[in-house]
């Protein structure tokens, strides 16, 4: 079955500091992977999304994330966050394209510190 | 329109009421989703429509009844909760062969 794996339940930084994210799928086919941020009492809001080609695939909000088929790792990246960052991030794949189910992973809580 | 609406936002019901959830997209997307998320919890899926038919249960307890008249419109009815079904419903939809969601704000649900 596939899985996805959230290594860091929570992950604090300073602000204007980088951040990393780390996500890490199970798979033995083509996979679909995404980035999901959700701020207090909303829905999730996609970050960004990787279906094939490039594996370095840029988001919203100046987030970008690598695809690392060796690895099976999707991490998401910021060279520099802001106090508005302050969210929950889930990592998520499905490998279809029509209804889906989505995997997601346990989330990660990023907290930025002034 | 590239949005997923959902209503009501907040919602208190006693363990004897019936309410509904109500859903809304008008992008074209063929496949709707309900998902239950409780706090610090990533989203459970709950139903699937695909072309207006019930694809998925995720064997949600029938206190939970999903339907979908039309193409862009999705319901949840709800009838006899128990507190613990006390979440935020999360609808999405998505487009048939075009991987990934778009999510609605949810409906904080609050059962007394």
């Known amino acids: 079955a596939q899985s996805v794996t959230q290594l860091d339940s929570q992950v604090p930084v300073f602000e204007e500091a980088p951040v990393e994210l780390r996500c890490n799928y199970s798979?033995?086919?083509?996979?679909?992977l995404f980035w999901y941020v959700q701020y207090p009492n909303q829905g999730l809001q996609l970050l960004l999304k990787y279906l094939s080609g490039s594996t370095l695939v840029k988001g919203i909000n100046g987030f970008e994330a690598e695809f690392n088929k060796s690895q099976t790792s999707f991490h998401l990246r910021k060279p520099s966050v802001h106090i508005s960052d302050t969210a929950e991030y889930f990592c998520a794949g499905t490998r279809y394209q029509g209804a889906q189910k989505l995997v997601f992973g346990q989330g990660t809580r990023l907290t930025i510190n002034p | 329109d590239t949005e997923v609406t959902q209503t009501p936002k907040h919602l208190v019901m006693g363990m004897t009421n019936k309410k509904s959830l109500k859903c809304e997209q008008h992008?074209?997307?063929?496949?709707m989703y309900w998902y239950k998320q409780k706090a610090k919890k990533p989203p459970e899926l709950m139903f699937v429509y695909s072309y207006e038919k019930l694809s998925i249960n995720e064997s949600v307890p029938s206190r939970f009844s999903p339907e979908c008249p039309n193409s862009s419109l999705l319901n949840l009815h709800l009838h006899a909760l128990q507190p613990e079904d006390s979440a935020l419903y999360l609808c999405a939809s998505s487009h048939p062969g075009v991987p990934g969601y778009t999510f609605g704000s949810g409906t904080r649900l609050t059962v007394v």
């Open positions: 798979s033995s086919v083509s996979v679909y």
């Open positions: 992008m074209g997307h063929r496949a």
